[in-house]
Each structure stands twice: as structure tokens, then as C-alpha cells.
């Protein structure tokens, strides 16, 4: 009777207007947040705060008014974010077993399948970060040793730069050799710099990390069913990935070819060696669509993050020529102009391993590290988050936090010297992240930075 009363009594607008109230209060209770859980902009009902920017300086601005750990609701997803050094040191050291996997990402997840290292969880990460990190120690041991390999390239990288006339961007130039050092990793061999065919994958590569950070390619994360099959950015980003991995795929079938377990040349002959070792375990995922994502992981992990610091490098030396010249005054002194740099110089350079640490803490070139989520319900500073919470680290809240740098804002490589001049190693110094998810190229973009930088002078 009543049913039949209100059916009969309301109109089409009615119908519409009840609909929408009854949607709005499902999605109210679904998304209403639990108690404690940490505070945040207001979201809109359905979108949440889709129309807030997540770029760093958003990021510390919503951080001055809501603290060092706040929300936010993008879409159906919650995330948290967390700034200052205590509280990441908090969620990525003291909590080391809480934040360790990775969100399901969908403009990522269309090409890196939740499979390899970046973007894995699980048994399946845990397998192949220790066989990353593994090929990555053994690979700088042995004759041609990693080393040797990266001075090989200075080379290359003085002559190009000496072959220019008058002003020229090193941009290109600097990226095809950061990427040849990735490439000697994984392909066992560097490419020329006017390598038409790899110049094609770097700059398809360049174009896919531009695209990704812009709102329109984000906004697939938020709808991507719809997207799908709609024209957009993201529609670039899946086909130059489509070109790279085809591209990798040619790279693995030439080296099943001639591929001689007793003699790995690289990360592809190791990584076929551990195919046949996990035969018996498919959980570990080792096989040839595991290999293209874990190549691909190196190349977008390695090659724009160490190209864009160097970059910043030569900028800071352009911009701050008294810091320069102390740099010069170190190389000249300790290398001298007639032999190449070498690792072991390191020791005896403290003014410009400082510099460099600088550059890497002003430059600051992934300010909000790469996403995490809580793998069990978890409470940070008194606030509960529950387990499946995607975390944002503001590593940049970090590298500029006034607690921990005397002049955060103030490029001062004395942040990194003692008094007495010596090299000063700081905690809050954490361009790689820290923890079980930290940054496994650590080690070999320190040995990179260092050797080119100080050929380059
Ligand atoms: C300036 C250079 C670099 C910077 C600033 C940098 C920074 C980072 C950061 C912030 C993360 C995220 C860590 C986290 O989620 O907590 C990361 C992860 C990673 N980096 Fe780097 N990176 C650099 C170079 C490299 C290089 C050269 C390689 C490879 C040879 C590399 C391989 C990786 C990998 C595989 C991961 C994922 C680790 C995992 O999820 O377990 N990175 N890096």
C-alpha cells in the first residue's frame, strides 16, 4: 500500500532527486572515514578531492594546515600523506614492515601488471628484488667491472660534449649515457648516441614520464573503465610502452639465441638462468613477461631520476660559479687533468661529494617518492589506518625539513661537511627513500653521479 502510494505519488524529478539521496548517503556511509583516522580537505561527494593537485607544493601547503599526516579521498581511493623527517622515519624505519606494498594503480597497472619489482607485491616482489639487488652487486665485480664500464662512458659523454659549438642542452646527451650504463646492466652493451632506433625508445620513454604527471593522464586513475576508450594522454603512454616492451621483447629473443648459462652477459642471461631454476615455483613469476617488466622497471627507475640530477648538477655549478670552482679547485688537486676519475677517489673528496649530495638534496627530483600501501591496519602518531590505506611519503618534506637542514631552503653544500671539513653522511638525507621499498639503485647512481660529474669538470 504505502510502495504503491509513493509510486504513484511522485513524479519523474522525484525519482530522480530520491535516487540521488539514496546514492549520496551510500556513499557517505561507505566512505565515511573511521575514528581516528587522519584529518583532510573536506571531499566532494562521489569525486572526493579529485580537483586537488597532488604535486609537492600542494602537498606542503595542505601539510602547513593539516599536519605531518593528513587524507585525502581521490575517487573511490583514500590516501594518506606523510611529511617531516620524524614521521616518515616513523611510517618507513620504525613501522619497516607496515607500508611495504604497492597500490593498484591504474594508468601503471595497464603496463607493469603488478609484476617485476616496482609495482609487485608479495612473494613475487620479494623474489625479484632480491634477484635485482643481486645481479646489481654481482655485476660491479669481475673484470669488466661496473666501474670500468661507467669511465668508458665518461669518455663518451667528454667527447660529445666537446663536439658542440658554442651553447648547446645537454639533455640528450646526458640521458643516452645515464641510460647506457642502465643498458650495459640489462643488455650487457651501451648503444651510440646517434642509435636511431634507441634514440626512439628514450625519447618515447621522456615523452610517457612527462605525460604521466600531467592531471589529464591522472585522471584515468580515477575512471579508468571509462577512459578506456576514450582518446587522451594516456592512450600515448600505453602505445610508446607498447613500442618499448616490443622493443625489449626483440632484446630477450636475440639473447635466448646465443645464451650460454655458464657466461651471463647481463641481466637478461641471469634472469633466463633463475626462469629455469623456478620452473617448479610460479609463484616467484619468473618468466619472459616478468623479464620485460623487470627490464622496463630499470629503464624508468634509473634513467630519467639520475639524468634530471645531473641536470640540476650543471645548472647549481652555472648558477653558484664560487661553489664551482671549490669543486675544481678538489678535482685539479686530488685527480689532476692527466688521468680519468676512479671510485677510490671519493675518499679524498669531501667538498665534492658534499656538492653532489646537495645537488641530489636541492634538486630533489622525486618529491613524492613512488606510492605504498598499509599491508595490515595500522596506527601512525595516535591515528588508525586501515590496512589497504594508500601512503604518499613526502620525501621532499624531508630533503627541506627546517628541523634537520640549517638552511633548507639555501643551496649550502656545508650541510654535508663537518667543521673540519669532512664529509658529513645526514639521516634526514633520503632522495632514495629508506626502508624495505628504498630505492635498490642507490649504490650505482652514486658511483654514476660521481665519475661523471667529476669527468665532465
Ligand atoms: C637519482 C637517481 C635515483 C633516485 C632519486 C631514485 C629514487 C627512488 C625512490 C624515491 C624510490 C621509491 C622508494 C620507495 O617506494 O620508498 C625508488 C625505487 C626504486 N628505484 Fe630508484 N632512484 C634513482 C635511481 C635508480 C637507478 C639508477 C635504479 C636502477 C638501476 C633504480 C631502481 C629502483 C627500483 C627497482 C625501485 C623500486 C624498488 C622496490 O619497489 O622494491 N633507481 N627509487
Not at 607544493?57 to 602547513?64: D, H, P, S, T, W
Not at 621532499?396 to 658529513?424: A, C, I, K, M, R
Request: with cysteine.
Amino acid at each position: 500500500m504505502i510502495l504503491q502510494f509513493i509510486y504513484e505519488s511522485f513524479d519523474f524529478k522525484s525519482w530522480i532527486i530520491l535516487c540521488f539521496v539514496l546514492l549520496l548517503l551510500v556513499d557517505i556511509i561507505k566512505y565515511r572515514n573511521p575514528s581516528s583516522f587522519p584529518p583532510g580537505p573536506w571531499p566532494l561527494p562521489f569525486l572526493g578531492n579529485v580537483f586537488t593537485e597532488i604535486d609537492f607544493r600542494n602537498v606542503n601547503k595542505l601539510a602547513e594546515v593539516y599536519g605531518t599526516i593528513f587524507s585525502l579521498r581521490v575517487g573511490s581511493e583514500k590516501m594518506i600523506i606523510v611529511s617531516g623527517y620524524k614521521m616518515v622515519k616513523e611510517a618507513l624505519i620504525t613501522q619497516i614492515d607496515s607500508f611495504v606494498d604497492r597500490p593498484n594503480v591504474p594508468l601503471f597497472h595497464k603496463v607493469f601488471k603488478g609484476i617485476g619489482t616496482i609495482l609487485s607485491n608479495g612473494y613475487l616482489w620479494r623474489m625479484h628484488r632480491k634477484f635485482a639487488v643481486s645481479h646489481l652487486r654481482t655485476f660491479g665485480e669481475g673484470k669488466k667491472s661496473l666501474e670500468l664500464r661507467i669511465q668508458q662512458e665518461c669518455v663518451h659523454l667528454c667527447n660529445a660534449f666537446r663536439a658542440e659549438k658554442g651553447p648547446f642542452n645537454p639533455m640528450v646527451t646526458l640521458n643516452s649515457a645515464v641510460s647506457n650504463i642502465i643498458s650495459c646492466l640489462i643488455f650487457g652493451q651501451r648503444f651510440e648516441y646517434h642509435d636511431e632506433c634507441y634514440q626512439k625508445i628514450l625519447r618515447l620513454d621522456t615523452e610517457c614520464i612527462q605525460l604521466i604527471g600531467s592531471p589529464r593522464a591522472q585522471l584515468y586513475n580515477v575512471c579508468p573503465r571509462l577512459l578506456e576508450y576514450l582518446p587522451g594522454p594516456h592512450q600515448t603512454i600505453f602505445s610508446n610502452y607498447k613500442q618499448i616492451t616490443d622493443f625489449l621483447r626483440g632484446e630477450i629473443i636475440k639473447h635466448k639465441e646465443d645464451w650460454d648459462p655458464s657466461n651471463p652477459r647481463d641481466l637478461i642471461d641471469n634472469y633466463l638462468t633463475e626462469m629455469e631454476k623456478k620452473k617448479s615455483d610460479p609463484e616467484a613469476g619468473f618468466n619472459i613477461e616478468g623479464l620485460v617488466v623487470t627490464c622496463l622497471d630499470l629503464i624508468e627507475a634509473g634513467t630519467e631520476t639520475a639524468t634530471t640530477t645531473l641536470r640540476w648538477g650543471l645548472l647549481f655549478m652555472i648558477k653558484f660559479p664560487e661553489i664551482q670552482e671549490k669543486v675544481q679547485e678538489e678535482i685539479d688537486r686530488v685527480i689532476g687533468q692527466s688521468r680519468q676519475p676512479c671510485l677510490a677517489d671519493r675518499v679524498n673528496m669531501p667538498y665534492t661529494e658534499a656538492v653532489i649530495h646537495e645537488i641530489q638534496r636541492f634538486g630533489d627530483v622525486v618529491p613524492l617518492g613512488f606510492p605504498k600501501k598499509a599491508v595490515k591496519d595500522t596506527t601512525l602518531r595516535g591515528y588508525f589506518i586501515p590496512k589497504g590505506t594508500s601512503i604518499t611519503i613526502n620525501l621532499s618534506s624531508v630533503l627541506h625539513d627546517p628541523n634537520e637542514w640549517e638552511t633548507p631552503d639555501t643551496f649550502n653544500p656545508g650541510h654535508f661537511l663537518t667543521e673540519n671539513g669532512q664529509f658529513w653522511k645526514r639521516d634526514a638525507f633520503m632522495p632514495f627513500s629508506a626502508g624495505k621499498r628504498a630505492c635498490l639503485g642507490e649504490q650505482l647512481t652514486r658511483q654514476v653521479f660521481f665519475l661523471f660529474f667529476t669527468s665532465l669538470f
